[in-house]
């Protein structure tokens, strides 16, 4: 992917803010959370944390929300915005909701840790003048941070927004990717990716059907995850070699990996 756009940076600094070209058909904002000076997108934040250096590992922070601004925005047009989190070193785990000027798309979502990333289709009743207020609202822990957004312009593909490259299902809902590796002796990483928001519900399962591990039951927002099973069921006991199944199901959509565990 190659970037066309004008930045604002000085040559000692690793932020920058800019409005231009991502790509192919993609049109972004950007926003390097955690710099001295609010970013000119920033309407509400207490002030600035350093856990890193980098622009992954600095961020906003306010005790109840962020509130971040973009104006320029096509009411025609499809729009995502992307989130970029970070949890300082012995974190439990920050808990968010959004909202897009008072739309919430998620309730007490879990922060994304960097390098990870999560996006959320901008809703287009949220932008009907051109404008949008994003905020990002403290559910659980003792603030709310923001280390990197950017707002993209998609161009969807058949199947509407919510399928666009950004997220890479090519018009799927969802997509179940083979766990690895696969046959296992130790842990598994298994690695889905959303196209809509909604419930999503990923277990494991035996081969008689009973479920012994449930890695995730919440609300999710379109992204790509991946997270690791250590062959350990819900009661926090390893399970015995043999075979099991990995079912996603996303908004009603189900799929299915089968896993091979060695004894």
Request: with cysteine.
């Amino acid at each position: 992917m190659t970037l066309d756009c004008a930045e604002n940076a000085s040559d000692t600094s690793y932020h920058a803010y800019y409005w231009g070209c991502f790509g192919d058909g993609f049109q972004m904002a950007y926003v390097d959370a955690g710099t001295s000076s609010p970013s000119p997108y920033t309407r509400r934040r207490a002030g600035a944390l350093d856990w890193g250096g980098v622009p992954e590992k600095t961020v906003d922070f306010d005790p109840d929300r962020l509130v971040y601004h973009f104006e320029g925005l096509n009411p025609d047009s499809a729009y995502i915005l992307k989130l970029g989190g970070y949890e300082e070193p012995g974190s439990r785990g920050r808990r968010y909701s959004v909202e897009f000027d008072g739309i919430r798309v998620l309730n007490k979502g879990k922060l994304p840790g960097s390098p990870a990333r999560t996006a959320y289709l901008v809703p287009k009743a949220a932008y009907r003048d051109g404008a949008v207020d994003v905020a990002f609202i403290r559910a659980k822990g003792p603030n709310v941070v923001v280390a990197e957004l950017w707002l993209m312009r998609v161009h969807p593909k058949k199947g509407g927004p919510q399928s666009a490259e950004v997220v890479g299902l090519q018009g799927a809902k969802a997509q179940l990717y083979d766990p690895a590796p696969n046959p296992a002796s130790g842990a598994v990483d298994i690695q889905y990716a959303l196209a809509f928001p909604g419930q999503v519900s990923l277990a494991i399962y035996n081969m008689t059907g009973q479920r012994v591990r449930t890695l995730v039951d919440q609300e999710q927002s379109p992204g790509k995850y991946t997270l690791s099973w250590n062959r350990k069921d819900d009661s926090g006991n390893l399970v015995p070699g043999g075979v099991y199944f990995c079912r996603l199901n996303a908004g009603g959509v189900v799929f299915t990996k089968r896993i091979t565990l060695l004894r």
